[in-house]
C-alpha cells in the first residue's frame, strides 16, 4: 500500500476541542510529518514478519516508543499515534500497538530488575514484545484459561499453548497469563515473562487475512525461574483485564485511522470519475454514503477522545468508555470501508490494491481484545436500571 500522509490524516477540528491540549496538537503535526518522511518504509513491503521488526525499530530510533521506558501515561497520545500509523499501513499499527501492550504490564507492575532488562530494549525497538492471553477455548473470557503452570523447586514449569498471539514468533519476550491456582476461575492466573529462548516453547504460525506475524504458542514443559513472575502469584487476570481495558480505545484509533484512509481515497475516485455526464460524487446515492462516512467519522473520533481524555484524568469508569469507543470505532470503521469498496466497484476488488487491503485490515479489529458482542456485554452491565437521569459519571 503506497503510504501517503495528507493534512486529513487528522481531523483538525476535533484536535482544536479542549479534549485535547497543546502539546497533542503537536504531536499530532510530527506524526504527519514523520509518516510522511517514511512512507516507504510504513507500506510494509516484503514479509510481514520482517517489515514489522524493521518498523519497529525505526519506531524506536524516532523515539515514537520512548515512553515506555519511564515516560508517563498519555492515552491521547497512544491514540493518535494508532490514528497516525493506521491511516499509512497496517504493519505500522501492528508494530506500534502489539510493542506498546506488551511493555504496559511491565511498566505498571514488574520489578526494578524486570524493568531494567525490558524496557529500555522495548522503548528502543531493538527488543520485541508480546502479550499472550487467548487460548482456543478461552478468549474473552480470561477467567477460563488453561495454560497450566506448575510450581516445582527451581521455579515453574508451564504446559499447554495459547491461541492467536501478534509477534509470535518474532517477539523476543512474552507476557503470559498462565493458571497457577487450583481449579477455574479468576482467581487462580498469574502473569509471567517468558523470553523467546525458554526450552520447551514452540511457535505454530497462523496465516492470516492481513499477513502479519500471527501463531500459536505451545509449552512443554517449559521451566521459569521464580523471578520470571510478573507482579504477584494469583494477580493474572487483573493484569489481563487492566491492560484490555486501556488499550481497547487505541483499537478504536487504529479503525479512525483506517477508516479516514478509505474515505479519503473514495472521496479521491468519486471526485474524479466519470459518471453520466458528471461525476460520480455528483449522484445523489453517492453523495448520501459520503455524508453517513462523515456522521461516523465525527462520532468516532469523539468517543475515542472522550475515552482517552477519561482515563489521562483519572476517571473512574473509564473501562465502560472504552468499550464504547471500541465497540462504535470499529464497526463504523468495518461500513467506512466497505462504502469505499463499493465507491471504487470492480477496481476495490483487485487483488493487493489499497481498498482491498483496508478491506481485509479492518476485519481483526471488531474481534480482537474483545469482540463487539463482548463490549456490548460490558456496556451494558455498567448500566444503571434504576437510574432517573444521566448526570452520574
Known amino acids: 500500500m503506497t503510504a501517503t500522509v495528507p ?35 510504513l507500506a510494509g513491503d516484503g514479509r510481514p514478519e520482517a517489515a514489522g521488526l524493521r518498523i519497529l525499530r525505526a519506531l524506536g530510533d524516532a523515539g515514537w516508543l520512548a515512553f515506555l521506558d519511564g515516560g508517563p501515561d498519555d492515552y491521547r497520545a497512544l491514540c493518535l499515534a494508532r490514528e497516525a500509523l493506521a491511516y499509512c499501513g497496517d504493519l505500522a499499527d501492528f508494530a506500534f500497538s502489539i510493542q506498546a501492550l506488551a511493555a504496559t504490564p511491565i511498566r505498571r507492575l514488574g520489578t526494578d530488575d524486570q524493568r531494567r532488562r525490558y524496557l529500555p530494549g522495548l522503548a528502543a ?67 509471567f515473562l517468558v523470553p523467546a529462548t525458554t526450552p520447551g516453547l514452540h511457535i505454530e504460525p497462523v496465516p492470516m487475512i492481513a499477513p502479519r506475524a500471527f501463531g500459536h504458542l505451545v509449552f512443554d514443559d517449559c521451566p521459569l525461574p521464580r523471578e520470571a513472575v510478573l507482579g504477584r502469584r ?129 476485519r481483526s479489529l471488531r474481534i480482537y481484545e474483545g469482540s463487539s458482542e463482548v463490549q456490548q456485554a460490558i456496556i451494558a452491565s455498567a448500566i444503571d436500571p434504576n437510574r432517573t437521569h444521566r448526570g452520574a459519571p
Open 7 to 41: 493534512p486529513s490524516t487528522f481531523d483538525t477540528r476535533i484536535l482544536a476541542l479542549p479534549l485535547y491540549e497543546d502539546h497533542h496538537r503537536e504531536l499530532a503535526q510530527r506524526l504527519v510529518t514523520w509518516c510522511a518522511e517514511h512512507r516507504a518504509l
Open 125 to 191: 525497538g531493538t527488543l520485541c514484545g508480546a502479550f499472550a492471553v487467548s487460548e482456543e477455548s478461552a478468549g474473552s473470557d480470561v477467567a477460563a484459561i488453561g495454560l497450566d503452570a506448575r510450581e516445582t523447586e527451581a521455579g515453574w514449569v508451564l504446559n499447554g499453548g495459547k491461541a492467536w498471539i501478534a509477534n509470535a514468533g518474532v517477539a523476543d519476550v512474552y507476557t503470559v497469563i498462565a493458571r497457577t491456582g487450583p481449579g477455574p476461575g479468576a482467581f487462580g492466573l498469574t502473569a
Open 234 to 362: 494469583g494477580g493474572g487476570f487483573p493484569i489481563a483485564m487492566e491492560v484490555l481495558d486501556r488499550f481497547r480505545m487505541t483499537v478504536g484509533a487504529a479503525a479512525l485511522g483506517f477508516a479516514r484512509r478509505a474515505a479519503d481515497a473514495a472521496l479521491a475516485r468519486a471526485r474524479d470519475r466519470p459518471m453520466l455526464g458528471g461525476k460520480l460524487f455528483d449522484l445523489p446515492t453517492v453523495r448520501a454514503t459520503f455524508a453517513d462516512m462523515e456522521v461516523k467519522l465525527d462520532a468516532a473520533a469523539l468517543l475515542v477522545a472522550r475515552s482517552a481524555w477519561e482515563i489521562d484524568h483519572g476517571g473512574p469508569r473509564y473501562a465502560r468508555h472504552s468499550s464504547v469507543a471500541k465497540l462504535y470505532a470499529t464497526e463504523a470503521a468495518q461500513e467506512i470501508v466497505d462504502s469505499a469498496v463499493q465507491i471504487f466497484g470492480a477496481a476495490g476488488l483487485v487483488r493487493d490494491s489499497l481498498l482491498e487491503r483496508l478491506y481485509r485490515q479492518i
